[in-house]
């Protein structure tokens, strides 16, 4: 399989090249030259299939030509060493929960699987000093800071906004060590992610060290999220759900929507998409206006989704041709603020017993507006709520559990070092 450039000014390249190189010389985010699709076969069999079976037939699909099929087997079944149940909400409304995984967020299995990939591919190269540059707002720097620990010649730099991700979240990336470096940024997760970029364009820099990403601009970060998709459509086949199937998912970044759109090209029976975004709402108003019009993200209850320019948006445009109509007709998009947030995740919890986290709370608000008759809603339930304990005590006025995996990490003595957002902070450091 060849990787293309959304910028269009850079060469095709192999998967190992994509995955090493993490962003394109034009700064485009590479994408499969061809989305295959899976056979009719494949779909009637889903019910009867693992979630390891199902994910192996999806990554054969996108990396079977680059790495030998024993390598790639153990590789998912390193990755999928745990559930991700369809847990019935309310009528017609399921939560997809992604939160079963090492960090208890949906990161884990896109992570896991990067690392898993990368090792390979430096091992096959001889590379002893490969450099992972990650910028998060929440969950994805415990997600790569735990997939890539202790893995042999990788070392990783965790770029995070200081005070703007939950006190949980930050101990599970910065209480590791071992070969993860957290470096605590005064600015916003924007900031952040505009640090990774200008580190990968920076000639002097890549003369010095070899980079790479662990964002979902990467892709092996990105498409085996893809994974997921299949997965949830095979539980509801199990369960004899025969409406229209419509999967609402919580967008920061939109790697996880873009993921599910590729799953859709792939031939995945999915009526619609929702994107929901909390007060940071750039998609939507694109969707509304057909301008793009990114701004300064502002911090919310649902931070993993605090972002104001979101990475993966080209690789949207790109799928559908830079088409604002065709975009639309597939995907609509939800806008939930810090008070809809609050409100859903109160009724949610005493009208069903189910307890949403932020960010699944604005997935099934969303949904509550949005589905229409003779249509069954998935919304991706991202994050344990436990890891926005105050958060979530506060709503529901009740002192919820910190699940034992947490814990560990909460005892552990926090490591970060604290840097400016300018880029020569970060570049100095990173030469030192």
Do not use: W
């Amino acid at each position: 399989m060849k990787y293309y450039s959304t910028n269009r000014q850079s060469p095709e390249t192999d998967l190992q090249q994509a995955v090493i190189k993490g962003l394109a010389a034009d700064k485009g985010l590479y994408m499969p030259a061809t989305i295959p699709v899976l056979s009719d076969a494949f779909f009637r069999g889903l019910a009867g299939r693992s979630f390891p079976e199902i994910a192996y037939e999806v990554a054969s699909a996108f990396f079977g030509d680059d790495v030998d099929a024993d390598t790639l087997q153990f590789i998912v079944g390193d990755t999928l060493n745990f559930d991700t149940p369809v847990v019935k909400v309310s009528d017609l409304v399921y939560a997809l929960e992604l939160f079963h995984g090492p960090t208890l967020a949906f990161k884990d299995v896109g992570a896991r699987f990067m690392a898993r990939l990368l090792g390979y591919f430096i091992k096959k190269q001889g590379l002893t000093d490969v450099n992972v540059l990650v910028a998060t707002s929440g969950d994805t720097g415990s997600a790569v800071a735990n997939g890539f620990l202790g893995v042999p010649g990788i070392h990783v730099y965790v770029l995070y906004p200081e005070g703007k991700v939950s006190p949980i979240q930050e101990c599970q990336f910065t209480t590791l060590g071992q070969n993860i470096t957290a470096l605590e940024i005064d600015g916003t997760f924007d900031d952040c992610q505009a640090l990774v970029k200008s580190a990968f364009m920076d000639r002097e820099l890549n003369e010095r060290m070899q980079l790479t990403s662990a964002n979902s601009i990467n892709v092996a970060r990105f498409l085996p999220q893809a994974f997921y998709y299949f997965h949830a459509y095979a539980q509801l086949q199990k369960q004899n759900v025969r409406n229209d199937i419509v999967f609402c998912v919580p967008s920061g970044n939109f790697g996880n929507l873009t993921a599910g759109l590729i799953a859709h090209r792939m031939g995945l029976p999915v009526k619609r998409f929702i994107a929901a975004n909390n007060t940071n709402d750039v998609f939507l108003q694109y969707l509304l206006t057909g301008r793009y019009r990114p701004r300064p993200s502002v911090q919310t209850l649902a931070n993993a989704m605090d972002v104001g320019d979101p990475s993966n948006f080209a690789r949207i445009l790109d799928l559908y041709g830079h088409n604002h109509e065709a975009i639309t007709q597939c995907i609509s998009g939800f806008r939930c603020d810090d008070d809809t947030i609050r409100q859903t995740v109160k009724t949610c919890y005493e009208s069903t017993g189910y307890l949403p986290d932020p960010h699944g709370a604005c997935g099934y608000a969303a949904l509550q507006e949005n589905l229409q008759p003779n249509e069954t809603g998935v919304f991706l339930e991202t994050a344990h709520p436990a890891k926005f304990k105050d958060t979530i005590d506060g709503i529901i006025g009740k002192n919820i559990e910190i699940p034992s995996r947490l814990q560990v990490f909460m005892r552990g003595k926090k490591q970060s070092v604290r840097l400016g957002k300018t880029f020569n902070d970060l570049k100095a450091f990173l030469l030192a």
